[in-house]
């Protein structure tokens, strides 16, 4: 089992950037990020390939976030640009080995942190 512990969260104005940090216990092959609003479902947001770095981003935050990882920190990151209000949400770090079937679904993951809010105010 990873453990995993993110931070970084917090209130920033539309336009601001916030900059989120995964702390992991050990690496896997793929590491993402997720972030749910109350009532909806968790949604993967941004997916890396631990081996070659190989990312993948869905379309709302395509250009704006950028997920990476510093293996010698064993913490992964995203840093969030340009942020609007429907960016709202907590946001969580997962882990897993090999490609999920779905990327974005939660049902793919079993090792996630605790989340951290991030608040978009307009």
């Known amino acids: 089992q990873v453990q995993l512990v993110e931070s970084g969260g917090g209130s920033v104005q539309a336009g601001g950037s916030l900059r989120l940090s995964c702390v992991y216990t050990?690496?896997?092959?793929?590491m993402a990020w997720f972030r749910q609003v109350p009532g909806k479902e968790r949604e993967g947001i941004a997916i890396?390939?631990?081996?070659?770095?190989?990312?993948y981003y869905v379309d709302s935050v395509k250009g704006r976030f950028t997920i990476s990882l510093d293996n010698a920190k064993n913490t992964l990151y995203l840093q969030m640009n340009s942020l609007k209000p429907e960016d709202t949400a907590m946001y969580y770090c997962?882990?897993?080995?090999?490609?999920?079937?779905?990327?974005?679904?939660?049902?793919?993951?079993?090792?996630w942190g605790q989340g951290t809010q991030v608040t978009v105010s307009s």
């Open positions: 997962a882990a897993r080995e090999g490609w999920p079937i779905t990327w974005t679904s939660r049902y793919y993951y079993k090792d």
């Open positions: 050990r690496s896997t092959s793929y």
């Open positions: 890396i390939n631990t081996g070659d770095g190989d990312t």
